[in-house]
Antibody, heavy 125, light 110 residues
Framework: QLQLQESGPGLVKPSDTLSLTCSVS??????????WGWIRQSPGKGLEWIGI???????YYNPSLESRVSISLDTSKNHFSLRLTSVTAADSAVYFC?????????????????WGRGTLVTVSS | QSALTQPRSVSGSPGQSVTISCSGT?????????VSWYQRHPGKAPQLLIY???ERPSWVPDRFSGSRSVNTASLTISGLQAEDEADYYC??????????FGGGTNLTVL
């Protein structure tokens, strides 16, 4: 059974780089039937799509974050990661990782069928 | 990209029906058949309720239904139950391989 678990520092200093990991169990992240994504929720606000990665390494990012964000895969540890550079207080949020399971190789469903519980990241000095 | 517009809050009594709207444009909600809805209880992982505007995963009760009219999608919950009290979020494909979420709606079961 697929499970996702976010991990990483809960506190990041302004201008530093935020790094989070999503550990995947039950499925190989090298599967061609899954896309792996990140979403965040700032305090008092709605969800914000950050980006997504396919097993080929192909990535798609939110245009508003594209200059600062990168998502990568680590097949040896079966996890994928998020890096967000030059963070400010506006990047404080609960960060979720999620999966998109596609029945057709390479096709997109455009919805997330499983999410992690999220991890709170606060940007503060 | 601007977030899709949802009402901040809705409420209903047990057994009643409530509808949550999700307003977008022809570049997102109205332009593609890829609207999904998620439920999130405090401290828990969001859960998929509806995908492709009105399709329901097998594990979701048929009390939950989705629809769309022009640029506005809607989630209707019939036969409200106490456990439906949660936050609800819509999501739409917005072109150029991107997704957009709504601001979220808090449902209170009176």
């Amino acid at each position: 059974q697929l499970q996702l678990q976010e991990s990483g520092p809960g506190l990041v200093k302004p201008s530093d780089t935020l790094s989070l990991t999503c550990s995947v169990s039950g499925v190989s992240i090298s599967s061609n039937r899954y896309y792996w994504g990140w979403i965040r929720q700032s305090p008092g606000k709605g969800l914000e799509w950050i980006g997504i990665i396919y097993y080929t390494g192909t990535t798609y990012y939110n245009p508003s974050l594209e200059s600062r964000v990168s998502i990568s895969l680590d097949t040896s540890k079966n996890h994928f990661s998020l890096r967000l550079t030059s963070v400010t207080a506006a990047d404080s949020a609960v960060y979720f990782c999620a999966s998109e399971h596609t029945l057709v190789v390479g096709a997109r469903n455009w919805f997330f069928d499983l999410w992690g519980r999220g991890t709170l990241v606060t940007v503060s000095s | 990209q601007s977030a899709l517009t949802q009402p901040r809050s809705v409420s209903g009594s047990p057994g009643q029906s409530v509808t949550i709207s999700c307003s977008g444009t022809s570049n997102d909600v109205g332009g593609y058949n890829y609207v999904s809805w998620y439920q999130r209880h405090p401290g828990k992982a969001p859960q998929l309720l509806i995908y492709d505007i009105s399709e329901r995963p097998s594990w979701v009760p048929d009390r939950f239904s989705g629809s769309r009219s022009v640029n506005t999608a809607s989630l209707t919950i019939s036969g409200l139950q106490a456990e439906d009290e949660a936050d609800y979020y819509c999501c739409s494909y917005a072109g150029s391989y991107t997704l957009m979420f709504g601001g979220g709606t808090n449902l209170t079961v009176l």
